[in-house]
Every structure is written in C-alpha cells, then in structure tokens.
C-alpha cells in the first residue's frame, strides 16, 4: 500500500464515520480521529505524501504553503510554521532573506511613497 492510498484510506474513513454519525459529539470525536490519523500517518511516511503529477488540488495546496512561507519570510514575521530541514534548504534561505528582506522594504517604500 502507498503512502497516497493509505491517505485517500484516512479521508475515505473520516468522511462515512463524520456522516454516519448524527451528534454533534460523535462527529467531533470522528474529527479528532481524523487529525490524529493524520498525524500518524505524516510521522509514519514525513517525505512521501508530496505532490504527484495529476493532483490538481495538492499542487495548488503546496503552492499556497510556498507562497505563505515566502511571504511571512520576506515580511520577517516568520510564523515558525515552515522551515527548510535540509542544511542547503536552510543556507538557500537565509541567502534569499538577506537579499529580499531589504528588497522587499524598499518596494515598500516605494509603494507607500507613491500613494
């Protein structure tokens, strides 16, 4: 079994026990199975269940999460929610934040001053 299939396994449970039960508790705790299974599973495969070639709605997933890292990198607010793992990843980053923090200000800048 693939890591995609054992997903598609994890969604296709939540969906008939969320709709099969009709309480707002029952549905609740189907929910919480449901991250927790989740969570399981990403521990269980962390690099395996990214993008595959016809998957439409994870490639706009993933593009949002790049988007939304480089933005909150580039604006230094940097949630800590995202971060490279690897060595390079993180090398890469911090060249592309000390040449875009600054960047990114004087666009700023420019853009306030033209209002």
Known sequence: VTPIEELND?????????????????????FLNFTQDLYNLLEKHPKNLLLREDDKEL??????????????????IGYGVDAPSSVPGRLFCIAYLFCGIPLYLITLADTVGSC
């Open 10 to 30: 994890v969604k296709r449970f939540f969906v008939l026990s969320f709709t099969r039960n009709s309480t707002r508790s029952d549905q609740r705790q189907a």
């Open 59 to 76: 490639s706009t997933i993933l593009s949002f999460r790049s988007i939304f890292f480089t933005t909150t990198s580039l604006t230094s």
